[in-house]
Nanobody, 121 residues
Framework: QVQLVESGGGLVQPGGSLRLSCAASGRSFSINTMRWYRQAPGNQRELVATITRLGSTNTADSVKGRFTISRDNLKNTMYLQMNSLKPEDTAVYYC???????????????WGQGTQVTVSS
């Protein structure tokens, strides 16, 4: 089973920046579409950004122009560059990926454990 591990969260002042990373580890697998979600207390989990294996991206209107999703397929790592952060961006950020295992062949969805982002002065 592939594991996803997020890093890069923390406390930042409004207007600041953070870069989240999501690293995948395991044996004999491929990663297709990857996504960043976030969940603030009392809210439903929200899709923030999506990137396909070939690099096509989509971002939520709430973060468009401020957040940039990217990936390095050689490193099996996805990133979320977050600029001009606002207090309403405070949430736990989760990475998600569509995984294809080779041995045995199977497709499934993997989730990371989440990383806390807090935007506050």
């Amino acid at each position: 089973q592939v594991q996803l591990v997020e890093s890069g969260g923390g406390l930042v002042q409004p207007g600041g920046s953070l870069r989240l990373s999501c690293a995948a580890s395991g044996r004999s697998f491929s990663i297709n579409t990857m996504r960043w979600y976030r969940q603030a207390p009392g809210n439903q989990r929200e899709l923030v950004a999506t990137i396909t294996r070939l690099g096509s991206t989509n971002t939520a209107d709430s973060v468009k122009g401020r957040f940039t999703i990217s990936r390095d397929n050689l490193k099996n790592t996805m990133y979320l560059q977050m600029n001009s952060l606002k207090p309403e961006d405070t949430a736990v950020y989760y990475c998600n990926a569509d995984i294809g295992d080779y041995v045995p062949p199977r497709d499934y969805e993997a989730w990371g454990q989440g990383t806390q982002v807090t935007v506050s002065s």
